[in-house]
């Protein structure tokens, strides 16, 4: 494996219309890119929608990437963020079963510790929210899976926004 490979994100703005999000995850399938994360919404403006996008790839493959991109006519406007200041995160839902009334304890001070809501309860389980940045949600997944026997993990992928001020991810 090449050892530029690294992982490099795009903003995308595009048309919200029918068969625009099947045509970008098209291309990507299409050239033999992987997709590591893909999130899109509308924008303020109804009509165009804003797709954040992580793949892992060298500075090569990532060019192509970006040219293909900028040649799709449903495409408004390509931004590389590997470069820039971004305000990153990503929603991470874990649902933690059959707990016992020590674990539900030890969950309360995991959300407390990472910011985290406890969103949902039951006799003998306890949902999670975190809304924070892909690597601290892997840190999380990575002491959740080790803590407790039986859970449930469903991430949003990433979304972010060009910084106003100097801060990073």
């Known amino acids: 494996m090449d050892n530029n490979m690294k992982k490099r994100w795009i903003s995308l703005y595009v ?3 029918v068969g625009v999000l099947s045509k970008i995850s098209g291309l990507f399938s299409g050239k033999c890119y992987n997709l590591d994360s893909l999130t899109v919404g509308t924008t303020e403006d109804p009509t165009v929608s804003r797709m954040t996008i992580a793949t892992v790839s060298d500075d090569e493959t990532f060019e192509q990437i970006k040219k293909q991109l900028n040649r ?3 495409v ?3 931004i590389d963020f590997t470069d820039v200041f ?3 995160k990503e929603i991470l839902y874990i649902k933690v079963l059959k707990c016992t009334p020590e674990d539900k304890v030890e969950i309360f001070q995991i959300a407390e510790t990472f910011k985290a809501k406890v969103i949902d309860y039951g006799k003998d389980s306890l949902l999670v929210e ?3 940045t892909a690597t601290k949600n892997d840190a999380v997944v990575k002491l959740m899976k080790e803590e407790f026997k039986s859970i449930e993990v469903v991430r949003g992928g990433s979304v972010g926004i060009e910084s106003i001020s100097m801060m990073e991810r």
Do not use: C, D, T
């Open 15 to 17: 048309e919200n219309q």
């Open 72 to 74: 799709m006519i449903e």
């Open 76 to 78: 408004i406007k390509v």
């Open 86 to 88: 971004v305000r990153m």
């Open 130 to 132: 975190f809304v924070q």
